[in-house]
């Protein structure tokens, strides 16, 4: 099977180290290398990184030497990561070291680790997302490079390994480009670092890099009928004919199975009645998963999604999705959410709010957070960062995009919370970039037929009151997502009241709206970043948006307020985005208290 992933050329090396994604690496043991990691700033060029002409040097820093500091050599190099300072990863250095809190650029990680390879094995260095370009060493030997901040990679390492001690140098570069994804601008914090888990994975040579298990998905669905599941497993290394057993005990399936040539071995079967996931009974069945030497056991629940005319039906029944926006920001410690803690605490604000459903904007969070939505049963929209304009003209960015919607949905098909694959935020409608999400949809459907695409579009058109949504992206999605901010930069809060939709035949949901205030700033209903005016704005929106025959869910911009560089009015903004609906040290702002009451009530918007 062939996997683009977003390689760069590495120049001499006979053998390229395999570079690919492990799915369910977090249900196998590794060998955790989160910690204090030694590191390094260069400021632009970053000679110790980047030749004159852009290539990238394997003869600098990540050569790890030593300063001749107490003999009488000849000066040699002036670093030394051994006497360094550290930084914690996972984690961005932005929020740990207050001289790096605004530094765009090159950081150099180094730390040691002992390892005696197994005969017969095979290690991967897996770094569960480093923004934004990193560069990874082991022992002098350059492993691989990863372009994009916020998707998983797995290196092979086995070929650079000693036995004993051995070191890993990783150059994470944030620096910004025109054609990166996201680009240039946008309105979040660039967090630069090793932001999630770093750990070694050692493999049987012939291992399952990628399986896929789900519910069958035919032209129709019936939750009376005994149900089949389909899928495959993919075992790397493996000739044709080798025996790949799949278990799922509760479900009494029990098959044998073989590889084909591309190392997959396909698989149907009947399940008899299976328990559905859902918010209301979010099941997740043991699936162990055998080859050869190789083993994994992963938590998959099996459930139906898909749209009929303007309803999104979950199992066969229409839902209506009551969730909030959230990016993948620390509550309370600040920074990039990487914790199973930052993960509890985020969905604990969504389910004291009664929401079944949260945008995970506008990039792929740490996989716990789909982990964790899986076991509480809320609802998952993913997203890459496609944000407003990047290089829609550029094939090699057309790639890029390629890259990370195939890592997005390698690492998470088979979390049964993921209904949603968007593939774009408010890009500018315009037939070059129509043409390249279009096709990138496409893409996200042949990768994955079972889930819905979609994209959040930006404001539509106005003809007097009427709202005119007729971008042509629309007809490349199975559910159009609506950003709008009616009452904070377009028109007053009230004139939501008398707003008429015009929006395409499908499934709808609401994903921004909102405004700012201050937490603890109360004032009158007008009075501009307050709390009460906050609610007044939702208020409105709520009579306008309920007037939608389309509408399927509401996502409030945004559950939380987060760091944004953009956003500087002093004594109000200082930095921060400030349209949450709890503060970014998780106090509450009476609009949370609405969407409470909302939600408990469904007082908003019908699944039909
Ligand atoms: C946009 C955008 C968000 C942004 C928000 C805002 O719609 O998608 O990323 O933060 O508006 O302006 O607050």
């Known amino acids: 099977m062939v996997l683009f992933f977003l390689a760069i050329a590495l120049p001499g090396s006979a053998q390229q180290p395999l570079k690919t994604l492990l799915v369910g690496v977090d249900q196998r043991s590794v060998i955790s290398l989160d910690g204090q990691w030694h590191y390094l700033v260069e400021q632009p060029p970053a000679g110790e990184l980047y030749k004159a002409d852009g290539k990238v040097r394997d003869n600098g820093y990540a050569l790890n030497t030593h300063p001749n500091l107490y003999n009488r050599d000849p000066h040699n190099e002036e670093y030394d990561f051994a006497t360094a300072p550290t930084l914690r990863v996972p984690g961005d250095w932005n929020t740990q ?13 180094q730390r040691d680790f002992d390892l005696t390879p197994q005969p017969n094995t095979r290690t991967f260095l897996h770094i569960g997302a480093a923004n934004y370009r990193s560069f990874v060493w082991v022992n002098q030997k350059r492993i691989c490079d990863h372009e994009g901040g916020f998707t998983p ?12 001690s051995n070191f890993v140098v990783i150059a994470v570069d944030s620096t910004r480009h025109a054609d990166d994804i996201p680009s240039l601008v946008y309105d979040w914090f660039n967090y630069g670092g090793l932001t999630r888990d770093v750990s070694l994975v050692t493999l049987p040579e012939q291992f399952i890099d990628d399986y896929d298990v789900h519910l069958k998905h035919d032209s129709t669905f019936s939750p009376t009928v005994p149900q089949s599941l389909e899928g495959y497993v993919h075992v790397e290394g493996a000739p044709a004919g080798t025996p790949v057993t799949v278990r ?11 590889t084909g040539v591309d190392g997959r071995a396909p698989f149907e079967a009947k399940a008899g009645r299976l328990t559905l996931w859902s918010p209301a009974s979010p099941k997740l069945y043991k699936v162990d998963l055998r080859s050869g030497q190789d083993s994994l056991t992963d938590e998959i629940g099996f459930r139906d999604i898909r749209v009929d005319g303007t309803r999104i039906l979950l199992n066969g029944q229409a839902i209506f999705l009551e969730g909030a926006n959230m990016h993948a920001e620390a509550p309370y410690r600040g920074g990039r959410a990487y914790s199973q803690q930052d993960a509890d605490n985020i969905f604990g604000f969504l389910k004291e709010m009664h929401a079944n459903f949260v945008r995970l904007c506008h990039y792929p969070h740490d996989e716990r957070m789909e982990r964790t939505a899986d076991r509480l049963g809320v609802m998952i929209w993913s997203e890459i960062p496609l944000w407003q304009r990047i290089s829609f003209d ?4 057309y790639a890029k995009a390629a890259a990370m919607l195939n890592e997005m949905i390698r690492r998470d098909r088979n979390k049964a919370s993921v209904i949603l694959w968007s593939v774009s935020n408010e890009t500018p409608n315009n037939p070059t970039r129509t043409e390249f999400l279009t096709n990138l949809a496409n893409e996200a459907r042949r990768l994955d037929s079972t889930r819905l695409i979609t994209s959040a579009l930006i404001g539509p058109h106005f003809v007097g009151n009427r709202a005119v949504q007729d971008d042509p992206l629309a007809q490349a999605l199975d559910v159009v997502g609506q950003n709008e901010y009616v009452g904070w930069y377009d028109r007053r809060p009230e004139d939501a009241d008398q707003i008429v939709w015009t929006l395409p035949q499908k499934p709808v949901i ?3 709206f909102g405004s ?4 603890g700033n109360h004032g009158g209903i007008d009075q501009r970043w307050t709390e009460e005016q906050q609610v007044n704005v939702f208020q409105h929106q709520f009579v306008m948006i309920g007037k939608i025959p389309q509408i399927r869910g509401l996502a409030p911009w945004v559950l ?12 109000l903004q200082d930095g921060y985005n400030r349209k949450g609906l709890i503060s970014e040290t998780g106090q509450k702002k009476l609009a949370f208290q609405l969407f409470e009451e909302t939600y408990k009530a469904h007082s908003v918007g019908k699944a039909e």
């Open 97 to 109: 070291e207050p001289s790096l809190f605004r530094f765009e650029g090159v950081v150099w990680y």
């Open 153 to 164: 990679f797995d290196c092979e390492v086995t070929a650079a390994l000693k036995p004993g």
């Open 248 to 258: 799922i005990p509760e479900a009494g399936i029990d098959l044998t199975l073989k």
């Open 394 to 397: 550029k094939p090699e960015v």
């Open 510 to 512: 609401m994903s921004e």
């Open 516 to 519: 700012e205030a201050k937490q």
């Open 560 to 571: 939380m307020d987060f760091r944004s560089p953009g956003r500087n009015i002093p004594g």
